[in-house]
């Protein structure tokens, strides 16, 4: 059974700073891995999405990277703001299933 | 295009009573799922559907059930309500290995 753990389990850090958000899962025959962004009360929004072919993927200030070999996944936040304070869940896609991490609390301090 | 809906927003129900989640998509996908998250936890999937009148069990299936009569719809149903089910149930919803369109989520508590 798929298991996917992220560390750490929570982060703080000063508006501006550059971080790594680690996702790592056991069983590499995946068919993608999703990074999530959850806010208090809401639901899950969709950041991004790397097919098991590819290795990375970028959008604005996101960059997530995926080691299919070594069962991990990182995902980068440039230049971090006090909005991007939230819940940040991985998910790694079966065939028809998302096994997801319990996610890291970010905290941006301005 | 409002993507995926839930309702109630929150209910707070008797053990053993039962109740039905709504979920809708307008996004003509055929595949639909539902995730319970208990408080400190990772989503875990209930049911899962690839289609109108296709459905299948995931990781914690028991206590629920699900139907698929069209491909909007997809409710949850609880037919004896648990303390073990006070929970935030979600669905989702994607067109296959594609990214998952989360609803807003539906939070159940069992008194």
């Known amino acids: 059974k798929q298991e996917v753990t992220q560390i750490p389990a929570a982060l703080s850090v000063p508006e501006g700073e550059n971080l790594v958000l680690n996702c790592s899962f056991t069983d590499s025959a995946i068919y993608n891995l999703q990074w999530f962004r959850q806010d208090p009360g809401k639901g899950l929004t969709s950041l991004l999405l790397i097919q098991s072919s590819q290795r990375e993927q970028t959008s604005g200030r996101l960059n997530a990277s995926l080691d299919k070999s070594s069962g991990r996944s990182t995902l980068y936040i440039a230049a971090s703001q006090p909005g991007d304070s939230a819940t940040y869940l991985c998910a790694v896609g079966g065939a028809n299933n998302l096994f997801f991490g319990t996610g890291t609390r970010l905290t941006v301090i301005p | 295009n409002a993507g995926v809906t839930q309702t109630p927003k929150f209910r707070i129900l008797k053990i053993g009573q039962s109740m039905t989640l709504q979920c809708t998509q307008d996004m003509n996908h055929n595949y639909m799922y539902w995730y319970r998250q208990d408080p400190g936890m990772g989503l875990k999937l209930i049911y899962y559907s690839v289609g109108a009148g296709i459905t299948d069990k995931g990781e914690v299936p028991n206590g629920y059930n699900v139907s698929r009569s069209t491909t909007e719809d997809f409710p949850l149903r609880l037919e004896l309500a648990a303390p073990s089910q006070t929970s935030v149930y979600f669905c989702?919803?994607?067109?296959?290995?594609?990214?998952?369109?989360f609803g807003p989520g539906t939070r159940l508590l069992v008194l």
């Open positions: 989702a919803s994607n067109a296959g290995a594609e990214t998952q369109y």
